[in-house]
């Protein structure tokens, strides 16, 4: 079939640049192809710009092993791929016990986790407040797992967006994709720069990567899945000296807690509010967590809090990204739906992404992460499914 | 930012109790003198630990301080007078909370912080009259131990009846630059000059609009009279080089702080010793909680900063919720009260609620008529006052544009070149500047002409900083005391 005049052709387009499209996009660049990212706005300035910056393998459900220990893999090799280290460091998470019954759990987590090659030691006791006497009453033991650590989530995106630039991927940031078709042969888009002309491209493959925004392309092939927005609520301290030796967790989830270079302590924990388009951090949830903090790390009692902020970030049923070929359309494959827990995952998720487009398969387990998962549930659940 | 529209809820008559103002300068006690008139009971927020804003800040009570009005107000002693006993004889019928930082604020709630506890304020109305900073770019040397803002150098004697040192230079630009040498020099201080970045031509061209204000106008002219009459340096048309000094913990014999001014003059240099500076030019709207209200914003010219948008009542784009005073855009103390009792006469239409009539109180129609007039005289003094032009192509690589997370100006310019950056939230998400305790207070003004210089945009392009609560660093500790803490939901205990 002819093309338009004045049409773009692609390998590949990838709608969405968070870390999960621009690392695709960097993957895809690398290995030869022709490939253009989108993104509505700025590269990494949404869900993977303003989490909490967590690079962590520890606590996650069984089936997302695989694919975090290849993430995990990738961060080591930021500097050689994005020029920068994405100021990560491997400063080992501290998933913690607030009772003695949380420590059960904690070493079948780590005897479970020990078959895909992740080292965590639960420590408890008298020798748990001793090497960690900068935590509070608030934890009994923890989990320590020294292959995690945190990272600058700011930064991370739009590196991996200027190295696919720099590789020849032609990234076009503050063009939304206005309409999305097949046309039997190959996907035909449209996308509307901020300033400038309409773009018509067409593509062989198309990487639906639009995070909390995903569905409007899912949906578009009939892949609508149920997800909704949640809106992360983080806030930071002033610098303080350091005293948190490790990014910190909790069993049963809650707050989370790390120490950054400079000595701001970010923090985060419960949810924001938001109308699926933007973010607002909630005074009330800032509050509760800083009580449950606070159980954890004393010496945040005296600290300035000087800033709070949120984000939009696309949640599903199982909390499980979906990933993976679609069902609907040959060359469309997903990657959205983290459900706040995509940031140490996306660097190989675009890895993952570039084995699909190129060979068609990949070696890394993401059966669990299939698109059609959720077909069983009723299609209304996607808009009746939020959280008040 | 989302838009918080919708309609307050529907209250009737004079019992209505969820009138919020926040700010008691002379807009703030002007509104609430207002809403009480009409049988309100405003509850009145303010930072300040006593009314008058600060314009007319009072010396903290009980102190000891014995300086009379006309001494610490000069010409404006009537007007503090009376906006000081406005307020005295409101303080039965209004809910008055001094030293009260509104510190968050969501869809008709404030959150606020009162000597170590935290309490949120539900509202239906909303008067903002939150004031303004000092508007502050660097130079080389800013940062040295005795370089004050003009605003803080006033507070120092107003509130405190100290000077910020012993032979100091005040620079920058503004009709505040006269005023406080004037009110150094005649409290006894050892003024050493005043340095005018804008011409006198320029002063000179714009007499005819700052003769709209003919009282305001000759007090100004007496200042700079007063000032060579008493044998101080005024200089005009000066181009600021740098101020010189040594930095806490320099290796440089003799105590850290400022040692000398440099200017240009009729490409000249010169250089005057000194022991402290107050720098400072003109005034920036403080419109954070505007910003987190969800009021929508525009660029406005005259101010040469984004603003909230307002009509001339006052009336933001979200229902319910007003603005008054400088907060709203630099217009000085008289527009103030003009504005504050116009947006609160605002309120009470939108309530349904009858104006109340009131001595020496213009109506709605007759302030809006006086407020286009003080916009007037604004003009002429952003015509005689105005900012250095594109100030940021003087600032050298290595100068500190933010001081919290010691951002060169180097580093900003690199972020446009590397990364193509063209919009100030994203520079600071690149690079830090603004992220510190300051939160861009003080440092996103100059970070914005940093980035317009360096992209080749102009300044209203680079857009502006988010407001991201709290307004002012506060403590975490009183967030523990409050009884009523939610907790966090199972769906939302993340890891």
Request: hydrophobic letters at 40%; proline letters at 6%.
């Amino acid at each position: 079939m002819s093309e338009l005049r004045g049409t773009l052709h692609y390998d590949v387009a990838i709608a969405g640049g968070g870390l999960v499209g621009a690392s695709a996009a960097r993957a895809l660049a690398e290995r030869g192809l022709k490939v253009a990212l989108f993104e509505r706005r700025y590269c990494g300035a949404q869900a993977s710009g303003v989490n909490y910056g967590g690079v962590r393998c520890q606590g996650r459900p069984e089936e997302q092993l695989p694919l975090a220990m290849r993430a995990r893999r990738v961060w080591d090799r930021l500097p050689a791929l994005i020029g920068i280290d994405g100021e990560f460091i491997p400063s080992g998470h501290l998933r913690l016990a607030r009772r003695e019954s949380d420590l059960e759990p904690l070493d079948a987590w780590a005897a479970m986790a020990a078959n895909y090659g992740l080292t965590s030691t639960v420590i408890r006791g008298a020798e748990f407040r001793r090497r960690f006497p900068w935590l509070g009453e608030g934890a009994v033991g923890g989990s320590l797992c020294m292959s995690d650590g945190h990272a600058n989530p700011r930064l991370v995106s739009p590196a991996f967006a200027r190295a696919a630039r720099a590789l020849g991927a032609d990234v076009r940031e503050r063009t939304p994709i206005t309409s999305v078709a097949h046309d039997g042969v190959r996907f035909q888009l449209t996308a509307q720069p901020e300033q400038g002309e309409t773009l018509h491209v067409s593509c062989d493959w198309l990487l639906n990567t639009a995070g909390a925004w995903a569905n409007h392309i899912a949906g578009t092939f009939g892949e609508r899945v149920p997800m909704h927005a949640i809106y992360p609520n983080m806030w930071v301290t002033e610098p303080l000296p350091k005293f948190v030796g490790h990014s910190l967790g909790v069993y049963g989830g809650g707050v989370y807690a790390r120490q950054v270079e400079r000595g701001n302590c970010v923090i985060g924990g419960g949810r924001g509010t938001g109308d699926g388009e933007y973010a607002q951090p909630s005074a009330d949830t800032t509050r509760a967590v800083m009580r449950e903090a606070c159980a954890l790390l004393p010496a945040l009692r005296n600290a300035l809090l000087i800033r709070t902020w949120s984000g939009v970030e696309g949640e599903t049923p199982d909390d499980n990204p979906v990933i993976g070929m679609s069902r609907t359309t040959a060359r469309l494959v997903h990657a959205f739906g983290f459900s706040g827990g995509g940031f140490l995952l996306a660097p190989g998720v675009g890895e993952v992404l570039a084995d699909l487009v190129t060979h068609g398969e990949t070696i890394t387990p993401i059966d669990a992460f299939a698109v059609d998962r959720f077909a069983h549930r009723p299609h209304s659940a996607c808009v009746t499914q939020q959280h008040s | 930012m989302i838009e918080r529209a919708g309609p307050p809820p529907a209250r009737q008559g004079a019992d209505f109790t969820d009138a919020v103002i926040v700010g008691a300068g002379p807009a703030g006690i002007r509104a609430a003198q207002t809403l009480v008139a009409a049988g309100l009971r405003p509850i009145v927020l303010d930072e300040n630990p006593r009314w008058g804003g600060q314009i007319y800040r009072q010396p903290p009570a009980h102190a000891g301080f014995t300086r009379s009005k006309q001494t610490l107000y000069g010409f404006e002693a009537a007007k503090a007078e009376a906006v000081h006993n406005a307020m005295s004889s409101l303080l039965p019928h209004v809910d008055y909370r001094p030293e009260t930082l509104v510190w968050a604020c969501d869809p008709r709630r404030l959150h606020t912080m009162h000597e170590g506890r935290e309490t949120p304020v539900p509202f239906s109305h909303l008067i903002i009259a939150s004031g303004a900073t000092d508007r502050v770019l660097p130079l080389p040397g800013w940062t040295l131990p005795g370089v004050y803002t003009l605003g803080g150098a006033q507070v120092a004697l107003k509130a405190q009846g100290c000077a910020i040192g012993e032979r100091v230079v005040f620079a920058g630009t503004g009709p505040l630059l006269y005023l406080v040498a004037y009110q150094y020099a005649k409290a006894g201080a050892n003024v050493a000059a005043v340095l005018d970045t804008s011409a006198f031509a320029a002063q000179a061209r714009a007499t005819p609009r700052l003769l709209s204000q003919p009282s305001t106008f000759a007090k100004g002219v007496y200042y700079v009279g007063w000032l060579r009459a008493h044998g101080v340096r005024v200089e005009h048309g000066v181009t600021l080089d740098s101020i010189e000094g040594a930095e806490a913990g320099d290796d440089i014999d003799g105590a850290a702080g400022v040692r000398a001014i440099r200017w240009l003059r009729d490409g000249r240099e010169h250089s005057l010793e000194c022991s402290a500076v107050g720098l400072g030019y003109g005034l920036r709207p403080e419109t954070q909680l505007a910003d987190l209200a969800g009021c929508r914003f525009v660029f406005d010219e005259l101010n040469r900063c984004w603003l909230p948008a307002r009509d001339a009542a006052g009336r933001t784009s979200c229902s319910g919720i007003y603005l008054a005073g400088d907060g709203a855009g630099i217009a000085g103390a008289d527009a103030a009260e003009l504005a504050g009792r116009r947006a609160a006469l605002a309120l009470l239409e939108d309530l349904g609620v009858a104006a109340p009539s009131m001595p020496d109180m213009p109506d709605a129609a007759s302030i809006e008529r006086k407020l286009a007039g003080i916009r007037r005289f604004r003009e002429g003094i952003e015509q005689a006052f105005a900012l250095p032009e594109a100030p940021a192509a003087r600032w050298p690589d290595d100068m500190l544009v933010c001081r919290c997370e010691e951002i060169s100006a180097r580093t900003l310019r690199e972020c446009v070149r590397v990364d193509g950056v063209s919009e100030i939230n994203r520079l600071k998400a690149l690079t830090r500047v603004g992220m510190g305790r300051c939160q861009g207070r003080m440092c996103g003004e100059a970070a914005c002409h940093v980035l317009a210089e360096a992209s080749g945009q102009a300044l209203a392009q680079v857009g502006r900083l988010r407001a991201q609560a709290p307004i002012k660093p506060i403590p975490i500790a009183p967030m523990l005391f409050d009884e009523n803490v939610a907790t966090i939901p199972e769906e939302a205990r993340d890891e």
